[in-house]
């Protein structure tokens, strides 16, 4: 049985998720720790329990989902997995930080892209991994179909969805990917977004008003 544990980081209140199994092994999904008690935060909770972290996911690749990102790669020595179509966000980052007055390294380290027909393996336990552009050009979720959840990024929230109007933003491209790649799961699918709190795929259908206006 996986355990997933989720840490709200940073000035955008960034869900990071930490998902492991009983042997210790586990993945760190979208490191947004900003602040260095929030980075110890993370990694005490990484002792602690004695994790081995395997590798690093991202949903994406906004500012707010790898302010940890260096961080996690020169701590663990881990490769970094994201859709291709997500590099030029990473490489603006810095540029992207500077309009909210933050600051951001450009990122450093082994990248491995992934793609709709691939999937992300942590010992025995496999995702699935769906590409659903829209919010950024390469967001993609992870979904754990044994254990019935998926990681969102941001997607897909409870009662809403993600912006679309940051550079490779498409409000349509958005409204298809969850109606065509997300919609169609079983609706006690939890959900685990990049912000705010754990919705299921059922209940998004039925009453998240982006898809249920009159």
Do not use: C
């Not at 355990?3 to 869900?15: A, D, M």
């Not at 990484?46 to 989902?65: G, M, Q, R």
Request: hydrophobic share 35%; no cysteine; net charge negative.
């Amino acid at each position: 049985m996986l355990q997933i544990k989720y840490f709200t980081f940073g000035p955008f209140s960034e869900n990071t998720y930490v998902i492991h199994d009983e042997n210790k092994k586990a993945l760190l999904i979208d490191p947004g720790n900003f602040s260095e008690s929030e980075t110890q935060k993370l990694h005490d909770f990484i002792i602690k329990n004695e994790l081995k972290i395997e590798k690093i996911l991202l949903t994406h690749a906004h500012i707010d989902h790898v302010f940890g990102l260096q961080w996690a790669s020169d701590t663990f020595g881990v490769h970094v997995y994201m859709h291709e179509a997500e590099t030029p966000v990473l490489a603006s980052n810095p540029v992207s930080a500077q309009r909210f007055g933050l600051t951001i390294s450009p990122f450093k380290g082994e990248i491995t892209y992934i793609s709709e027909n691939d999937t992300i393996t942590m010992g025995e336990e496999t995702f699935k991994i769906y590409h659903v552009p829209g919010h950024s050009p390469g967001s993609v979720a992870y979904h754990h179909e044994r254990q019935n959840f998926m990681i969102s990024g941001d997607v897909l929230f409870q009662g809403s969805i993600g912006r679309t109007d940051l550079p490779g933003g498409n409000g349509q491209q958005l409204l298809d990917s969850i109606r065509d790649k997300l919609f169609v799961l079983h609706g006690d699918v939890q959900v685990y977004s990049g912000h705010g709190p754990v919705t299921t795929i059922g209940f998004e259908r039925d009453f998240n008003p982006f898809f249920n206006r009159l």
